[in-house]
């Protein structure tokens, strides 16, 4: 039996077993969660600069830098970031901020460049960071441009993502910080998925946003016509990997397993996948041949969050049902985030600071986002 297989079946007898036992994986005990670690900007912002800047975070997917020479502006928080893959396909990622004066070297953006000319007075780098060329070099002043070079980041490339420290000065050995988790991530292959597109889309405050895709036990209210009507509320199996994160939820034709033999299973009709990657990206929702990865990061006043959706498919759709199918998918998780998540999760954040509540409460059946704060109290050392 496959690897990837054998793993997808014993997910779907532990989510069969439940389902007959009325169970779900289960934390030790009810989690409560202060209101204040929610909205408190001190506690934040501490807590945001050191999980999303001195740890490698998910940038981009490999798959928006394709081809050799690409390239891909954009922002994190506060960071501006120009990501690279140079003529021998190596990526690196540099803060995209010019040596002379503070100017974004590239606008925002993605596209097939190896040189960059900054967008103030036009000084040009190349892919690898170093700076080629002065503008009108003769009257600027006697200056060694061997060593001028872009703020280069921690970067690597590892199961579909590109990975990097915000903070320049940290250097992470990824292999250690995933955990496993990496072996995990690259049995769904994502770097060899087409990009159909990409949507950014502005969502709430970073905790209450992640608690919501960290939630198995909402379906039934938020999702009846979307993602609730194929998944059974409040049951999952859920896998630690350090901080990163693996579950699953039983579909509705789950109990079909009871009368047919193992090895007859078609695991992957009956469960729905989900990989959440510590802090900030979640590769869900896998379903015939469709796949959304989600890359979340903190605006920079910490009010908001910004949030990458990517619809991949196995290959590129060409046929207009290829096509049409690839758009299905993509509004269904717009929608489902856009129209349903997203209202929920305002409406918290608009009335977190009325008086009613001083703590949130997870339940042992949300072992999910427990593991999440926990791991945030561990690595900010609360
Ligand atoms: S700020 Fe970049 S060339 Fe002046
Ligand atoms: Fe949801």
């Known amino acids: 039996m496959g690897h990837q297989r054998e793993k997808l079946i014993s997910l779907a007898r532990r989510l069969l077993n439940h389902n007959l036992n009325g169970s779900t994986d289960q934390a030790d005990e009810i989690m409560v969660k202060s209101v204040n670690d929610y909205i408190d900007h001190k506690i934040v912002s501490s807590e945001v600069n050191k999980i999303f800047y001195d740890y490698p975070v998910p940038i981009a997917l490999s798959a928006e830098l394709k081809e050799n020479n690409s390239y891909k502006a954009t922002t994190a928080i506060d960071t501006p970031l120009l990501i690279t893959r140079d003529e021998t396909g190596f990526v690196r990622a540099f803060i995209n901020i010019c040596k002379h004066r503070g100017a974004p070297v590239c606008p925002e953006g993605s596209g097939k460049k190896s ?54 000065s940290i250097k992470y050995n990824l292999s250690e910080w995933m955990n496993g988790f990496d072996e995990e991530l690259s049995d769904i292959d994502l770097k060899n998925w087409h990009l159909f597109k990409s949507i950014k889309i502005n969502g709430p405050m970073w905790k209450i946003c992640w608690d919501g895709y960290t939630d198995g036990y909402h379906h039934h209210m938020v999702h009846p016509e979307t993602v609730g009507k194929n998944t059974i509320v409040n049951l999952i199996a859920h896998d630690t990997y350090g901080p990163h994160q693996r579950f699953a939820f039983g579909l509705k034709n789950i109990d079909e397993l009871s009368d047919i033999e193992e090895k007859d299973w078609e695991p992957e009709n009956h469960l729905r996948l989900i990989h959440s990657v510590f802090p900030n990206s979640s590769i869900s929702a896998i379903q015939n041949e469709h796949c959304l ?34 758009e299905d998918f993509a509004e269904l998780s717009r929608a489902a985030i856009v129209d349903e998540d997203y209202p929920i999760n305002f409406k918290i954040q608009d009335f977190i600071h009325s008086k009613a509540n001083k703590e949130f409460l997870f339940g042992r059946n949300e072992p999910i986002q427990q593991h ?8 900010s050392s609360k």
Not at 125 to 146: E, H, M, Q, R, V
Not at 372 to 379: C, F, S
């Open 115 to 168: 040189r960059f000319n900054c967008t103030y007075h036009g000084w040009m780098y190349d892919n690898k960071g170093s700076l080629i060329n002065i503008f009108k070099s003769d009257t600027f002043g006697d200056i060694d441009t061997k060593n001028i070079k872009l703020t280069e980041l921690f970067c690597e490339e590892k199961s579909g993502f590109i990975w990097a420290c915000l903070n320049p």
């Open 293 to 326: 990865v989600t890359i979340i990061f903190p605006s920079r006043d910490l009010q908001e969050t910004i949030t990458t959706q990517y619809i991949l498919c196995l290959k590129e759709p060409k046929t207009e049902e290829e096509i049409k199918k690839a």
């Open 372 to 379: 999440y704060h926990k791991w945030i109290d561990k690595l």
